[in-house]
């Protein structure tokens, strides 16, 4: 019922940016909280980001003062704006996103993963 579609991984050099996007689309009522994941090879699934739905905010501290997550209602994104980035960044990034469904039921959902590569 519910599709969500992460974009915008790619190769970027330390110090460089990157956008994520992760939008969601189908029987979808609005969309509640939602949470940004990253996995390395080998290493347990690490929380990121968090947003609610009044757009309240929470970052792990490895990241905080240089991630960002943003939402857009109108379109069913959720965005993780990176800057910064450093090698250890570097993971598999999945979007969590708990769905307010049309028929009034909470579904979370993950995102089918973006690498990001920080590397020189």
């Known amino acids: 019922q519910v599709q969500l579609v992460e974009s915008g991984g790619g190769l970027v050099q330390p110090g460089g940016s990157l956008r994520l996007s992760c939008t969601a689309s189908g029987s979808i009522f609005r969309l509640n909280s939602a949470n940004w994941y990253r996995q390395a090879p080998g290493k347990e699934r690490e929380w990121v980001a968090r947003i609610t739905s009044n757009g309240s905010t929470n970052y792990a501290d490895s990241v905080k003062g240089r991630f960002t997550i943003s939402r857009d209602n109108a379109k069913n994104t959720v965005y993780l704006q990176m800057n910064s980035l450093k090698p250890e960044d570097t993971a598999v990034y999945y979007c969590?996103?708990?769905?307010?469904?049309?028929?009034?039921?909470?579904?979370?959902?993950w995102g089918q993963g973006t690498q990001v590569t920080v590397s020189s």
């Open positions: 969590l996103v708990e769905v307010l469904m049309s028929d009034y039921s909470r579904r979370d959902y």
